[in-house]
């Protein structure tokens, strides 16, 4: 079957021509996703077999970690890296085989009627009328026309609000009268020296890296992001990061990142010890903010993401001449993984501009914050009132949250070009919530 599947594949796509994908609506192989499937399934069914066979011979059913074999066994368990599990393709095959693919609706594009309209009866007078405004706005968005991106929106995979390359911040004059030369380059990587680390929580570490001269500034505006790499037995391994610090902090860069048990670049910064250095470049992407462009800055973020939030805060916390009303809402695991919360707090003691709120999942009784998921109930009073003021909200989390916050923001009618999300999938997760031709942000001010 094997080979009557794969020849088929090579039939429809001319040898795997990807030329035929110019034309973005043609889809050769979608006659073949039932069998791609059943393979799929006879495959996992294989691994799974192997996997069990494996555990045995290393001695039961218990991993064996100085194997090295628990990742590997871990994902033949799960059925497919990053693919449907064993028992939902199964059910996929089953119900195709007897309602035919359509039943599935595999590409989002037949509603259930019936379904529509027994839900639609449940609704009271006050959610049919909530309900018809959303739809209302969505059809002005689709009778607009065009696709609601600027030229050159969406099409860089890893900061798909950009529509131009990023920003690099020359040389400045600093209030001390010295003129400041940027420390990272956008066309080369530069060697940062480890000065100091900090061991948070679960993993998560914090590293403060020395530039070139302690006369130097970042060369990338408060938002943006670089790209950093450290050579593993060899190899280059690359990670994006977002500075903690802010670009006038002269003479260092600071880093928020948890470590992954496995991961070479993860292991490689858990052996760094101080003195070794980190290679960067930037800026690569990322939000651009200027101080006195917005009256109000929003920032939403969870975890260890939260690392551009916390810089953007920071920045404007100690420009005093910077007018922009500051609001963080902040959640996380614990009191313990929000980063930076002491010094956050203190910068709003004596500062109105500026606001915090932070939510844990788990606390105990001395805890004073907001206790409990990231919600409608705890965001929307942290939210100012849409009135028409210039309002950026930035976000700056997992998928699920960032679907929560979304909604949210949606139902209190704020516009879909003042949020900026940051990630790789930031415009199609908008674009879910807001509809298909919803504006984009720009990724600046």
């Not at 590997?72 to 890296?81: I, T």
């Not at 950093?228 to 002269?250: C, F, Q, T, W």
């Not at 929000?338 to 915090?356: G, I, K, P, V």
Request: proline share 4%; charged share 25%.
């Amino acid at each position: 079957m094997v080979f009557h599947v794969a020849r088929g594949y090579d039939k429809v796509t001319n040898n795997n021509d990807w030329s035929m994908h110019k034309d973005l609506t043609l889809k050769p192989r979608f006659g073949f996703l039932h069998w791609g499937w059943q393979l799929k399934f006879m495959s996992a069914k294989n691994v799974n077999e192997v996997s069990d066979t494996m555990l045995h011979v290393c001695g039961g059913a218990g991993y064996k970690t100085e194997l090295g074999l628990e990742r590997l066994l871990r994902d033949a368990k799960a059925g497919w890296v990053m693919g449907p599990s064993n028992e939902v393709t199964r059910g996929w095959i089953g119900q195709t085989s007897l309602l035919g693919m359509d039943a599935l609706d595999y590409w989002v594009q037949h509603s259930h009627k019936r379904v529509l309209n027994a839900e639609i009866k449940k609704l009271n007078i006050e959610d049919k009328k909530a309900l018809s405004e959303r739809l209302l706005r969505e059809i002005a968005l689709q009778e607009s026309g065009g696709t609601g991106a600027e030229p050159n929106q969406d099409i860089n995979f890893d900061d798909p609000f950009s529509a131009r390359s990023p920003k690099h911040v020359g040389a400045l004059k600093g209030v001390d009268g010295k003129t400041h030369l940027p420390g990272l380059k956008t066309d080369a990587f530069v060697p940062l020296k480890l000065i100091e680390r900090t061991n948070e929580v679960d993993n998560i570490v914090r590293l403060k890296f020395a530039l070139p001269n302690a006369e130097m500034h970042s060369g990338c505006m408060p938002g943006q992001y670089v790209q950093a790499r450290i050579d593993v037995n060899g190899k280059s391994n690359d990670r994006y990061l977002s500075p903690l610090s802010v670009p006038s902090d002269y003479g260092v860069m600071e880093f928020g990142m948890r470590l992954e048990t496995h991961g070479l670049f993860s292991k490689a910064i858990q052996a760094m010890k101080i003195g070794d250095t980190m290679e960067c470049h930037g800026p690569c992407g990322g939000f651009e903010y200027e101080p006195g462009k917005l009256d109000q800055l929003v920032l939403i973020a969870t975890g260890v993401s939260a690392t551009p939030a916390i810089q953007l805060f920071r920045t404007v916390a100690k420009n005093k001449s910077d007018k922009t009303r500051v609001s963080f809402f902040y959640h996380a695991k614990t009191p313990d993984h929000l980063l930076c919360r002491d010094e956050l707090a203190s910068y709003t003691e004596d500062d109105e501009r500026l606001t915090t709120t932070f939510c844990v999942s788990e606390a105990d009784d001395k805890w004073s914050g907001l206790e409990g998921l990231i919600d409608s109930d705890s965001l929307k009073p942290c939210l100012p009132v849409a009135n028409g003021k210039k309002v950026k909200f930035i976000i700056c989390s997992g998928t699920n949250v960032v679907i929560t916050i979304l909604d949210v923001l949606y139902g209190l009618q704020y516009k879909s070009e003042d949020i900026y999300i940051y990630g790789p999938f930031g415009v199609e997760l908008l674009r879910s919530v807001f509809g298909r031709k919803a504006k984009l942000s720009e990724d600046h001010c």
